[in-house]
């Protein structure tokens, strides 16, 4: 089977004003090579972009989906997170650390202000928040639930669009 290359068409680009430093993107399900597995009950379509470990989708298929989404920023490294849905952040220098040692690093916000390495969070149902400072020296992503923007905890998510965020 031949699947379409995920595109910049296939990503939705924040309109915003930041630093030129400051990049992101948010992918939809368009653009991978998924071709079973499951969003929370949803069938996946053949060429989903499925980048959750966590669903019943062939593991090479989530690794090469997670490259292609990696491709788009010219950049080699990402912090991956195991999502759990709750108000956990890492910082990205402490989870590629851990991860180079095999390590599953769960949480669901990234922050970082060290240049090209990309926050990720996952969301579904969820509002994507991504952030900087005004000089573009630190930027985050975050989900942010429905079920926890009614409480205190803010952070949460689940596994439809992504957001990757990075500095250069």
């Known amino acids: 089977m031949t699947f379409a290359t995920l595109e910049k068409k296939d990503c939705l680009w924040p309109q915003w004003r930041v630093s030129p430093r400051v990049h ?3 992918t939809t399900r368009t653009g991978g090579v998924s071709t079973g ?4 009950g ?5 060429g989903g972009l499925n980048l959750g470990l966590s669903t019943d989708d062939a593991l090479d298929a989530v690794h090469e989906n997670r490259r292609r989404a990696l ?8 912090a991956w997170l195991s999502q759990i849905h709750s108000a956990q952040v890492e910082d990205i220098a402490d989870v590629l650390a851990r991860r180079a040692n095999g390590e599953t690093i769960r949480a669901d916000a990234s922050v970082t202000d060290q240049p090209n390495v990309v926050c990720v969070a996952m969301t579904a149902d969820c509002l994507l ?4 400072d005004d000089e573009g020296r630190a930027v985050g992503a975050a989900p ?3 079920r926890r923007a009614s409480s205190r905890r803010r952070a949460s998510g689940s596994r439809g ?3 990757c965020c990075h500095r250069d």
Do not use: E, H, I
């Open 24 to 26: 992101a993107f948010m």
């Open 37 to 40: 597995g499951a969003y929370d």
């Open 42 to 46: 949803d069938t996946l379509r053949a």
């Open 71 to 78: 491709a788009m920023t010219g950049l080699s490294q990402a």
């Open 129 to 132: 928040v991504l952030f900087c």
């Open 144 to 146: 942010a639930g429905w």
């Open 161 to 163: 669009s992504r957001a």
